[in-house]
């Protein structure tokens, strides 16, 4: 294949703004320096603030911040008690005894209760919720079958007494003490749900808070809002910061230009090829790991050409991913070797998970020929015509799309016609969620720190995030022994994965690209942020600057 180049002049832009201003508007005056106030911007828009609801990683950027769970995890990356003063597990691991904090309070200063907790898990699993992150709630007792409607939200294995909450499993889950410390299972005030109706969590009003900050301005459309500081936190006098600025950057360049102005606190470099050979020596620059994955989905309820395995197989051999991450990504991301991504967690003797359990995915140029051809003669339908979806709110997505149009033109020539369709964020994950698309570009940061948080997207046909509707009983078998037989055997365990993987590429049910790398330019003034590589991967909880 001709190499292939999408680097643009971009970089004598980033150059140019490296002076920056000393800056003044809705920030105040002189802004990097205001030890009251913290300055963020984030690349995408806010789409939810429905606890229950929200799945992509912006908004759960703000409820991470403004909910409280019973748990939080700390800078050593362990969940350790937040709301909850104390919890304990049974030796079976299949009871967790937590107790409540005394006195915990809503931001409105109503009394916050074990209810309140019970109440949002049982809301979770509820059919009508139509949450995408139920299925993490599989495992806990009845939960699979209120999920499926043959019992009522009442039988979960989650209950209060006073300030004790018990929450019973049907078999042991090693990524449990996670959940209790993740944003969508944190507590929910059911009046305030009743309330608001369809309304709930549209807007920043719509909302209740039980963590350090209470979020204000944002309308449900709006790009510019603030978290202030939750007196009634129950740990609101070691919360130093009072007011938490953002505003929706969507291009790269303009962040950086904001960041070096001090308008902002700190700034990814990794979304622009660009942007990172350009300021990847700078003094500010900080690495920190990121559990992100992107890979492709490939439709295979109403798509014939993609329900057939050998063009499935044909287009993921035609994917070059080293010259992909290199070409596309500018050395920002790494070639994907598995669905799992790099940094995720480690195996029983210390290798990175994703480097274990890798299947061996290759670029075969003359394989994926045959296969194609093949395929096409079995589905009969003549030329391949397919739409390659991705959102527009990132350099690289438009960068990706652009070379694997290409790349599969170029292997395939006449017998395929790739059609980009670039659309706003929100849009490419309404498309996604509707099955309303062909290929679409996914990208997944983990929710915590076990292989499950990967593999249980596709756990079944009918998972919350299996978009493409496949259907491979090797891969739901590893993955149901994973979670199941093998849930207290680390080792077994461990090969389970190793056994989807390998399941995943056989029937190329999707097409791994990238295995995410993080670069951000950061204040040196800002400290007590706690980053993670999964989950809430920016915690200002205790966020000050010095």
Do not use: C
Not at 262 to 284: H, L, Q, W
Not at 348 to 353: A, P
Request: overall charge positive.
């Amino acid at each position: 294949m001709k190499k292939w180049q999408k680097w643009t002049t971009a970089v004598v832009v980033v150059a140019a703004v490296a002076g920056g201003t000393k800056a003044a508007g809705w920030w105040g005056s002189n802004p990097s320096s205001d030890k009251n106030t913290l300055n963020y911007a984030m690349s995408a828009d806010v789409q939810t603030l429905d606890t229950s609801k929200a799945t992509d990683q912006y908004s759960n950027l703000v409820l991470g911040n403004t909910e409280s769970n019973l748990l939080r995890v700390n800078s050593k990356g362990e969940p350790a008690p937040d709301l909850a003063k104390s919890y304990k597990v049974s030796d079976d691991g299949l009871t967790y005894t937590v107790e409540l904090r005394s006195g915990l309070k809503w931001s409105d200063g109503s009394k916050l209760t074990a209810k309140d907790v019970v109440y949002s898990w049982q809301r979770m699993v509820n059919p009508k919720t139509a949450s995408q992150y139920s299925y993490l709630a599989s495992g806990v007792l009845n939960a699979d079958d209120i999920m499926a409607g043959k019992k009522d939200v009442s039988e979960l294995g989650v209950s209060a007494s006073g300030n004790t909450i018990t929450f019973k499993l049907d078999h042991a889950m090693p990524q449990f003490k996670y959940l209790l410390a993740f944003a969508n299972f944190a507590p929910q005030k059911e009046s305030v749900v009743n309330k608001e109706g369809d309304k709930y969590g549209t807007t920043a009003d719509k909302q209740i808070y039980s963590g350090a900050y209470k979020f204000e301005g944002w309308n449900g459309t709006n790009g510019k809002f603030k978290m202030v500081k939750n007196d009634n936190y129950w740990d609101a006098k070691n919360v130093k910061t009072k007011t938490v600025n953002w505003q929706v950057v969507k291009n790269p360049d303009t962040a950086l230009k904001l960041y070096k102005q001090g308008k902002i606190d700190r700034v990814s470099i990794s979304n622009s090829p660009e942007m990172y050979s350009a300021n990847k020596n700078n003094k500010d620059v900080k690495s920190a790991a990121v559990a992100a994955a992107t890979y492709l989905e490939y439709n295979q309820a109403n798509n014939a050409f993609l329900k057939n395995q050998k063009i499935r197989q044909a287009l993921n051999l035609a994917t070059n991913r080293t010259e992909l991450a290199s070409q596309a990504t500018g050395g920002t991301r790494d070639a994907a070797v598995s669905l799992v991504s790099k940094g995720l967690t480690k195996t029983t003797s210390g290798e990175d998970l994703a480097a274990y359990v890798k299947p061996g995915y290759t670029y075969d140029k003359k394989k994926a020929q045959q296969l194609f051809k093949e395929g096409l003669a079995e589905v009969n339908q003549g030329k391949m015509k397919i739409s390659l979806e991705t959102d527009a709110d990132s350099v690289i997505s438009k960068n990706t799309v652009d070379y694997i149009k290409q790349a599969w033109e170029s292997t395939f020539g006449s017998d395929i016609e790739v059609t980009e369709k670039v659309v706003p964020f929100k849009q490419r994950l309404k498309d996604s969620q509707s099955g309303d698309f062909d290929v679409v570009v996914t990208n997944w940061n983990g929710d915590y720190q076990d292989g499950s948080t990967f593999y249980d997207l596709f756990a079944s046909k009918d998972a919350g995030y299996n978009d493409g509707k496949f259907t491979n009983e090797s891969y739901f078998a590893a993955v149901k022994k994973a979670d199941t037989t093998d849930a207290t055997n680390a080792s077994a365990r461990q090969d389970d994965f190793k056994d989807a993987e390998k399941a995943l590429m056989d029937d190329a049910n999707i097409n791994p690209l990238y295995s995410w790398k993080a670069s951000s330019l950061v204040r040196s003034n800002v400290k007590g942020v706690v980053e993670s590589p999964v989950g809430l991967t920016l915690d200002l909880t205790y966020a000050h600057r010095k």
